[in-house]
C-alpha cells in the first residue's frame, strides 16, 4: 500500500477543499433530486405511515395510580414494551407478582438523567414532521420496487440503540442519538463512543438508519461459512439499495462515510483492490480475520492511517455498481436475491486503474 496517497500533513488544504466540494455537491444533490432520471415516479405509490411515541406516552405516566398506567402502555405497546425493558433495561418482566417493576419503572421515569434526556430530547424532536416526510418518501421507494413488502410500524423512545427492529414489524429509533455530536450527554461517553460514531450523533442520519435496519432485516446475511467477498458484497448490495431507497441523498448519509474518507478511497481505489489481490484476502473464510474489513471503525487495519474502517464495503459498493450499470436488465428484487458474489464479481468486470 506504499503507493497509497496520504491526504495529510502538506495535503490537509487540499483535501479540505474536496470535503467542502462533496457537501457543495451534497447540497446541489439534495435541491435537484426531484429530477434525478434514475428516481422513478412514486407520485401513484400509497404508503400509510404508522408513527407511535413511546417516549412520550412513558414519560407521560402520572404518580396517581401509575401501575395501571404502565399496564394501559403494555397494552398499547405489546412488543416493544417487553423488549425495551427487558431485552435492552434487563429487567424481569415475569417475576413481578407485587408491582415492584411498576414502581422501578416509575423511578425511571422520574430520575434526573431520565427526565434530562427526555426533556432535551423534546426540545428537539417535540414534532417529527420532517423526519416523517423523509422517512415517508424512502418508503414509497421500497412499496415501488417490493410492492409485496411489508411497511412496518414506527416507534420513537429514547435511551436505545439508534435504530433497530423489535418482532417481526417494527422499527424502533431511539431520538436522544440524534442530539448532536456536542450534545452534553454524549460528553460523558466520550471515551466509549468513538468519533466515526459520534459524528453521526445528528439529524441528518435518522432516516438513513431506519432505511439501513429496514434493508438489512429484509435481507438478512449469515456468516457461517462465507468469505470475504461474500461480506462485501453484501454489503454493497446494502448501499445500492440505500441509494435507490434515498435518491438525491449525499453518498456520505447513506453510506456513513466521511466525505473526506470517500474521496480518498476513489483516489486511492486501484491500490485499495490491489491490497485485497496481493493478500488474498477475498477469499478468506475466518470471520475474526476479515470482519474488520467490513465493519465499522477509525481505520483499516494494515493500511495507512487515512484508510477508513469498513473499507471492504466501501469495494463491495463499487463492485454492486459496477455489475448494475453492466447489466441494465436486472431489477433491484434481482440484484437484492442474488446471493452469488463471486458471480456479481466476475460479470462486474470491477478492475480499477489509475
Same mark, same amino acid.
Given at each position: 500500500? =506504499?503507493?497509497?496517497?496520504?491526504?495529510?500533513?502538506?495535503?490537509?488544504?487540499?483535501?479540505? $477543499? $474536496?470535503?467542502?466540494?462533496?457537501?457543495? +455537491?451534497?447540497?446541489?444533490?439534495?435541491?435537484?433530486?426531484?429530477?434525478? %432520471?434514475?428516481? @422513478?415516479?412514486?407520485?401513484?405509490?400509497?404508503?400509510?405511515?404508522?408513527?407511535?411515541?413511546?417516549?412520550?406516552?412513558?414519560?407521560?405516566?402520572?404518580?396517581?395510580?401509575?401501575?395501571?398506567?404502565?399496564?394501559?402502555?403494555?397494552?398499547?405497546?405489546?412488543?416493544? +414494551?417487553?423488549?425495551?425493558?427487558?431485552?435492552?433495561?434487563?429487567?424481569?418482566?415475569?417475576?413481578?407478582?407485587?408491582?415492584?417493576?411498576?414502581?422501578?419503572?416509575?423511578?425511571?421515569?422520574?430520575?434526573?438523567?431520565?427526565?434530562?434526556?427526555?426533556?432535551?430530547?423534546?426540545?428537539?424532536?417535540?414534532?417529527?414532521?420532517?423526519?416523517?416526510?423523509?422517512?415517508?418518501?424512502?418508503?414509497? *421507494?421500497?412499496?415501488?420496487?417490493?410492492?409485496?413488502?411489508?411497511?412496518?410500524?414506527?416507534?420513537?423512545?429514547?435511551?436505545?440503540?439508534?435504530?433497530?427492529?423489535?418482532?417481526?414489524?417494527?422499527?424502533? $429509533?431511539?431520538?436522544?442519538?440524534?442530539?448532536?455530536?456536542?450534545?452534553?450527554?454524549?460528553?460523558?461517553?466520550?471515551?466509549?463512543? @468513538?468519533?466515526?460514531?459520534?459524528?453521526?450523533?445528528?439529524?441528518?442520519?435518522?432516516?438513513?438508519?431506519?432505511?439501513?435496519?429496514?434493508?438489512?432485516?429484509?435481507?438478512? +446475511?449469515?456468516?457461517?461459512?462465507?468469505?470475504?467477498?461474500?461480506?462485501?458484497?453484501?454489503?454493497?448490495?446494502?448501499?445500492?439499495?440505500?441509494?435507490?431507497?434515498?435518491?438525491?441523498? @449525499?453518498?456520505?448519509?447513506?453510506?456513513?462515510?466521511?466525505?473526506?474518507?470517500?474521496?480518498?478511497?476513489?483516489?486511492?481505489? %486501484?491500490?485499495?483492490?490491489? +491490497?485485497?489481490?496481493? *493478500?488474498?484476502?477475498?477469499? =478468506?473464510?475466518?470471520?475474526?480475520?476479515? =470482519?474488520?474489513?467490513?465493519?465499522?471503525?477509525?481505520?483499516?487495519?494494515?493500511?495507512?492511517?487515512?484508510? %477508513?474502517?469498513? $473499507?471492504?464495503?466501501?469495494?463491495?459498493?463499487?463492485?454492486?455498481?459496477?455489475?448494475?450499470?453492466?447489466?441494465?436488465?436486472?431489477?433491484?428484487?434481482?440484484?437484492?436475491?442474488?446471493?452469488?458474489?463471486?458471480?456479481?464479481?466476475?460479470?462486474?468486470?470491477?478492475?480499477?486503474?489509475?
Amino acid at each position: 500500500m =506504499s503507493n497509497i496517497h496520504n491526504r495529510r500533513g502538506s495535503g490537509m488544504i487540499q483535501s479540505n $477543499i $474536496i470535503a467542502s466540494s462533496f457537501c457543495l +455537491f451534497g447540497w446541489l444533490l439534495l435541491i435537484f433530486s426531484c429530477k434525478s %432520471p434514475s428516481a @422513478p415516479d412514486i407520485s401513484g405509490v400509497t404508503v400509510t405511515l404508522q408513527l407511535k411515541r413511546f417516549e412520550k406516552d412513558l414519560f407521560a405516566l402520572t404518580e396517581h395510580d401509575y401501575h395501571s398506567q404502565i399496564d394501559a402502555l403494555q397494552q398499547k405497546y405489546p412488543v416493544l +414494551f417487553p423488549f425495551y425493558f427487558e431485552e435492552i433495561g434487563g429487567w424481569n418482566l415475569a417475576n413481578d407478582s407485587t408491582g415492584a417493576l411498576k414502581d422501578s419503572i416509575w423511578q425511571y421515569v422520574q430520575s434526573p438523567f431520565s427526565q434530562a434526556l427526555y426533556d432535551s430530547t423534546m426540545l428537539q424532536y417535540s414534532n417529527l414532521a420532517s423526519f416523517e416526510g423523509e422517512l415517508l418518501q424512502s418508503l414509497k *421507494y421500497f412499496r415501488y420496487y417490493f410492492p409485496e413488502a411489508v411497511i412496518p410500524e414506527v416507534v420513537t423512545l429514547i435511551n436505545a440503540p439508534p435504530a433497530f427492529t423489535a418482532g417481526n414489524d417494527l422499527l424502533c $429509533i431511539s431520538l436522544d442519538k440524534y442530539l448532536g455530536p456536542t450534545s452534553a450527554f454524549y460528553k460523558y461517553d466520550a471515551e466509549t463512543v @468513538p468519533y466515526y460514531l459520534l459524528r453521526r450523533f445528528k439529524e441528518e442520519y435518522m432516516v438513513s438508519n431506519c432505511i439501513q435496519v429496514l434493508a438489512t432485516g429484509s435481507f438478512e +446475511f449469515g456468516l457461517s461459512g462465507k468469505k470475504l467477498l461474500d461480506a462485501m458484497v453484501y454489503n454493497g448490495q446494502i448501499f445500492y439499495l440505500k441509494q435507490k431507497l434515498m435518491p438525491g441523498i @449525499p453518498d456520505s448519509i447513506i453510506t456513513g462515510f466521511e466525505a473526506r474518507d470517500l474521496a480518498w478511497c476513489e483516489e486511492n481505489e %486501484p491500490e485499495i483492490w490491489k +491490497f485485497f489481490i496481493e *493478500y488474498k484476502m477475498l477469499y =478468506s473464510a475466518e470471520p475474526l480475520e476479515f =470482519s474488520k474489513y467490513v465493519t465499522e471503525g477509525p481505520s483499516t487495519s494494515g493500511m495507512p492511517a487515512e484508510a %477508513p474502517g469498513n $473499507i471492504g464495503s466501501w469495494v463491495g459498493w463499487r463492485i454492486v455498481s459496477s455489475y448494475m450499470k453492466r447489466h441494465p436488465e436486472i431489477s433491484l428484487p434481482q440484484l437484492m436475491g442474488e446471493t452469488d458474489a463471486q458471480k456479481i464479481l466476475t460479470e462486474s468486470r470491477y478492475k480499477p486503474a489509475r
